[in-house]
């Protein structure tokens, strides 16, 4: 099993990034944060990545992680009964790990239901499954990736990504540009899910 990659970025996007180790090419599934991670640290320097190694009969998927608290994170998501890695991927993407992690131990139904792809039954689960081993659960502290120059283009792509409908993330985003100008990308994506998930 794959457990750590340590490679040059060949590519990457939102949802995943192709790494080359050692000359071998390495396509690994990211959620948002681990992006924005990348492409602060820029393509010149060689990245680390906490990986889990997702094997089915039929396919051999690679999740990769910035810092190892969300690996484990995601790997307490995927034990869930209804949570698969693409939909725990999605989670992760959709909600910053500190207010999962809170929405989950304080048996938030509603706010967990506003991320993609969750219903109420698979939050429910979530809530039953993992309420108890998330209440001492210790998430890494570090800088927040940025991204100079952010646009609004790039903010609803973000967003529709997560399953969003693009004209209410058009909206979300216009407002919250409005209000802090010169965020940075991550603090305006944050907070245009914070607004999302009140909706």
Same mark, same amino acid.
């Given at each position: 099993?794959?457990?750590?990659?340590? @490679?040059?970025?060949?590519?990457?996007?939102?949802?995943?990034?192709?790494?080359?180790?050692? @000359?071998?090419?390495?396509?690994?599934?990211?959620?948002?944060?681990?992006?924005?991670?990348?492409?602060?640290a820029g393509?010149? +320097?060689?990245?680390?990545?906490?990986?889990?190694?997702?094997?089915?009969? +039929? $396919?051999?998927?690679?999740? =990769?992680?910035?810092?190892?608290?969300?690996?484990?994170?995601?790997?307490?998501?995927? $034990?869930?009964? /209804?949570? @698969?890695?693409?939909?725990?991927?999605?989670?992760?993407? /959709?909600?910053?790990?500190?207010?999962?992690?809170?929405?989950?131990? =304080? /048996?938030?139904?509603?706010?967990?239901?506003?991320?993609? /792809?969750? @219903? #109420?039954?698979?939050?429910?689960?979530?809530?039953?499954?993992?309420?108890?081993?998330?209440?001492?659960?210790?998430?890494?502290? =570090? $800088?927040?990736a940025?991204?100079?120059?952010?646009?609004? +283009? +790039?903010?609803?792509a973000?967003l529709?990504n997560?399953?969003? #409908?693009?004209?209410?993330a058009?909206?979300?985003?216009?407002?919250?540009?409005?209000?802090?100008?010169?965020?940075?990308?991550?603090?305006?994506?944050?907070?245009?899910?914070?607004?999302?998930s009140?909706?």
């Amino acid at each position: 099993m794959i457990g750590l990659l340590r @490679g040059r970025v060949l590519r990457s996007s939102p949802e995943q990034v192709l790494l080359d180790t050692g @000359g071998v090419g390495y396509l690994v599934h990211i959620p948002l944060s681990t992006f924005y991670e990348i492409e602060r640290a820029g393509a010149k +320097d060689a990245i680390v990545l906490h990986v889990h190694t997702h094997v089915r009969e +039929d $396919a051999l998927a690679l999740f =990769g992680f910035w810092t190892e608290a969300e690996l484990r994170l995601f790997e307490k998501l995927i $034990a869930v009964s /209804g949570i @698969g890695p693409r939909l725990a991927q999605a989670i992760l993407s /959709g909600m910053a790990p500190e207010d999962l992690v809170r929405a989950i131990t =304080g /048996g938030d139904v509603a706010r967990l239901t506003t991320i993609p /792809g969750v @219903g #109420k039954k698979t939050a429910e689960r979530a809530i039953v499954e993992l309420r108890d081993r998330l209440k001492n659960f210790v998430l890494d502290s =570090g $800088a927040i990736a940025t991204r100079a120059e952010p646009v609004e +283009d +790039d903010l609803v792509a973000a967003l529709s990504n997560l399953g969003y #409908k693009p004209a209410q993330a058009e909206r979300v985003v216009a407002q919250v540009r409005r209000e802090i100008p010169e965020a940075a990308f991550h603090e305006l994506l944050r907070q245009s899910l914070k607004r999302l998930s009140r909706v």
